[in-house]
């Protein structure tokens, strides 16, 4: 369940990225892009393979530097204390960053103890993140072992053992299986309800719409929008559309009156009507209307806006239409 944004607005700014800039050569890759996540908020950082999502994290995670543009976690800048910063930051990078010969609490013990924590603070963080993943059982099982599911499971684990401030999220759902998808929604949203703030980034609509608090369209390195998925649809101005199925075309003019009511270019099956409404209650007026047109209305199907939808809207293109990840 997401966290109610009203709640939010009291809450302290914990990721602060400020005209962030990085460019490969000729490319752009992230373009003066600028925004805030809150303690508690998971923020989605949603676009096509291509859009700068990796670029973004690996900035914030300072693994590369950008071109210019401030960086803040925790309200500790990285220039000014770049060490310190580190230690509010937890990462958990596309790629599974594992060792296969360790097992599963070695590797987490290993991670802990790079973050500075002492040999016993180590050890029950270990084991409370192990736990958190639900990979408690599978604590002395060597990684090359466990499934693809579960490292994606125990890549989280080493991100979040030292319990930072923030945490970024790269794809951490990629390949897995729902069973492993579903134990790391519920272990982001804890961490989140503890007080962290989550930069997610994923090109799944489906993610984004049911985890995030907030999301930022991100596209040819820029936000191109941000705002909860609501926000976004109004902002995309989508409107609900409705298919009708008739046995043959209905008479013409058969929903003229209704305010706003258009019909979307036909189909090449002249019996399907597409037409977009002002809202949803104009449906049942619409029905009525179809059973007397005189096409014999065989069957009917709504489709509320989404995320989908807006996306398309705000950028010009689909999710996926670019293939190279930046």
């Known amino acids: 369940m997401m966290t109610d944004s009203c709640s939010l607005m009291s809450f302290p700014v914990l990721i602060?990225?400020?005209?962030?800039?990085?460019?490969?050569g000729a490319r752009l890759a992230v373009d003066n892009i600028s925004f805030k996540v809150k303690a508690g908020e998971i923020v989605g950082l949603l676009g096509p393979n291509g859009a700068g999502k990796t670029t973004s994290l690996s900035i914030l995670a300072t693994l590369i530097a950008p071109d210019a543009g401030d960086i803040r976690i925790a309200g500790i800048d990285l220039r000014a204390a770049p060490n310190s910063l580190r230690r509010k930051l937890g990462f958990v990078p596309q790629s599974i960053a594992l060792y296969p010969s360790?097992?599963?609490?070695?590797?987490?013990e290993t991670f802990a103890r790079v973050h500075g924590l002492t040999r016993?603070?180590?050890?029950?963080?270990s084991i409370e993140a192990l736990q958190a993943v639900g990979l408690r059982d599978r604590a002395n099982d060597p990684v090359w072992t466990l499934s693809g599911g579960m490292k994606r499971r125990l890549n989280l684990a080493c991100g979040m053992v030292h319990r930072p401030l923030a945490l970024l999220l790269d794809e951490p759902t990629v390949g897995v299986d729902p069973q492993s998808r579903e134990g790391i929604f519920t272990t982001i949203?804890?961490?989140?309800?503890?007080?962290?703030?989550?930069?997610y980034s994923t090109h799944y609509m489906e993610e984004v719409e049911r985890m995030c608090d907030r999301a930022l369209l991100l596209d040819q390195g820029k936000v191109v929008a941000e705002g909860t998925v609501a926000q976004l649809i109004e902002l995309a101005g989508r409107h609900p559309r409705m298919e009708i199925v008739f046995k043959r075309r209905p008479l013409s003019g058969w929903y003229d009156g209704l305010p706003g009511v258009i019909e979307l270019a036909p189909a090449s099956d002249e019996s399907k009507i597409t037409l977009e409404l002002t809202n949803l209650r104009q449906v049942s007026e619409l029905l009525e209307r179809a059973h007397n047109a005189g096409g014999q209305l065989l069957?009917?199907?709504?489709?509320?806006?989404?995320?989908?939808?807006?996306?398309?809207?705000?950028?010009?293109h689909a999710l996926r239409d670019i293939t190279t990840e930046i």
């Open 16 to 24: 602060e990225a400020v005209l962030l800039r990085k460019s490969y």
């Open 102 to 108: 360790l097992s599963a609490y070695q590797n987490v």
């Open 120 to 125: 016993r603070e180590a050890d029950a963080r």
């Open 189 to 199: 949203r804890a961490v989140a309800d503890s007080g962290v703030a989550v930069l």
């Open 299 to 316: 069957e009917f199907a709504m489709h509320s806006p989404n995320l989908s939808d807006a996306f398309i809207t705000l950028t010009g």
